[in-house]
């Protein structure tokens, strides 16, 4: 899963653009993301309509940007959490939380290997 979590040659692609700063862009987006979500899991659980209506938003977004980068994997887990999320279901949103998490912690670290070389 971590071999092919984005594609290589579209972030340096983008990175060739806006360079460091750009490359900061997504990582901080990736990490609001990441707290954002949390946090609407925490709101879920006393009022499941609103923190599910704000883990959607959340997830729409992180597919967006997962989707800009090339990190199919984390496309797919966003949309199908986007999916339960519509259908009301927060134990599936809830047991793909960790998986989504994970793997913006991961992408996150790549993203900042890769490009060390920015200034």
Known sequence: MIAQLYEETRLDELLSLGGAELRDHFLADIQRCQAQLTQSMTLAASDQRQ????????????RGISLTIGAAPLVKLCAEAEACCDMGSLKDVFDRQADILTMCAALSDRISAHSAGLS
């Open 51 to 62: 923190g599910l209506e704000q883990s959607r938003r959340v997830l729409h977004e992180l």
